[in-house]
């Protein structure tokens, strides 16, 4: 099984700067053409399953890039991004000392009072993981989110500590690990040709 990992395009919070958790924002103009961007990278692979967290720009974006109907997208609200309680819809600059610690270094420091850990994080990014390693798809498509995305990342590659936090997933970035009976390994990063220069 190949598993495609796609973070959500840009929504106008992504563009502005600020903490996007479990707000159900909707993709802008350019997180929208750069889903269609993504597709054409990937209009060869033929995928068995699309799946997406419950909110509207990863559902929107899986639809896009998996080139299906989003009523055919199945949602899975262990994909949904992390809760960041009241630092939600933050700007990431004027988060505070304590958050801005916890989300750049959550290796060293505990998620401040109300704000999902790492823990939580990597338990659902597990239990989604190994239910779907049990399906026979060829290939699978996830839309999902910055954070979550770190421990599902990590979940693959099998981290001790259950979480590859860098470097960050962008909007619209693929990565592609393939799962068979000898393991779990990371395949590469599908990216646009302008990327790569």
Sequence with gaps: MKIYLVRHGQTNLNKDKRMQG?????LNEVGILQAHETAALVENVDFDAVYASPLDRAITTGAIVGRVGKEQVIIDKRL??????????????KMGIKMSLYWALPEL???????????????RASSFIEELTEKSYNNVLIAAHGGILRAINGCLLGRKNGIKWR?????CEVRV?????????FVGNIKKEKEKA
């Design 167 to 171: 470097p960050k997933m962008h909007n």
């Design 109 to 123: 420091f505990s998620a401040p009072e109300g704000v999902e850990t790492v823990e939580s994080m990597v338990q």
């Design 177 to 185: 690990y393939e799962v068979d009976i000898n393991g779990r390994k």
């Design 80 to 93: 949904i991004e992390t809760d960041f309680g009241k630092y939600e819809k933050c700007k990431y600059g």
């Design 22 to 26: 479990l707000t159900d924002e909707p």
